[in-house]
């Protein structure tokens, strides 16, 4: 009994890889050591028709182990199949389409869109890893012949900061050379995501 009382207590997160470092920093935060936080691969961006397949399988094995399940993604280009997945397994997610509407805030996302439609962005995670999930994830490095279909009708790079990094803009700014675009940056700290993963996780927690 004992046992089965521990394991209902527990709250697992499945996260997408590319909020690994913010859902830690904002579980350490908020004092939630009775959670867990376990990311999938960041690479499924490039592919995110395997993402609602690869969560799903995550979630099957965690069930023995825990009370209580929530997910750490946007829709992430999905097209609503892991909404659909989800409401199968009764499972809530993080709102949204996706980080960057996290991070600059619903508001400011739809201006900077609205701008500019052909903008590419970055966050802190794709600006550290833009050589590996962008110029390798998408051939480019073997292929650069590509670029021009790939991002042919993009016009700007923003780069949605999390932290003050000079670093970080660096590389930002490398890889909007790289990509032929011009360069913006737009300091958001967590944005919108600190709010959306404490209403989460408090809804995971009162269940």
Do not use: K
Not at 125 to 134: D, I, P, T
Not at 149 to 158: E, I, M
Not at 170 to 182: N, V
Request: glycine content about 12%; charged content about 20%; aromatic content about 10%.
């Amino acid at each position: 009994m004992a046992n089965s009382e521990a394991i209902n207590s527990r709250i697992l997160v499945i996260g997408c890889g590319a909020l690994a470092r913010e859902l830690l920093q904002l579980t350490g935060i908020n004092s939630l050591d009775w959670l867990t936080v376990e990311c999938l691969p960041a690479w499924l961006h490039n592919h995110p028709e395997r993402i609602p397949a690869a969560v799903q399988e995550r979630i099957w094995r965690a069930r023995p182990d825990y009370g209580r399940i929530l997910v750490g993604y946007a829709d992430c280009g999905t097209g609503g199949a892991l909404d659909r997945m989800l409401e199968g397994e009764g499972i809530d997610r993080l709102p949204g389409a996706h980080c960057y509407e996290f991070y600059a805030g619903a508001g400011v996302f739809a201006d900077l869109q609205e701008a500019e439609p052909g903008t590419f962005y970055l966050t802190d995670y794709l600006a550290r890893h833009f050589e590996r999930l962008v110029i390798g994830g998408l051939g480019l490095d073997r292929h650069p012949e590509l670029l021009g279909d790939y991002f042919g009708n993009y016009r700007r790079l923003v780069y949605l900061a999390q932290v003050d990094d000079p670093s970080l803009t660096r590389l930002a700014q490398a890889a909007a050379a790289a990509l032929g675009l011009e360069f913006e940056r737009l300091h958001t700290g967590y944005g919108e995501l600190g709010e959306a993963f404490s209403h989460l996780t408090s809804v995971g927690a009162a269940s």
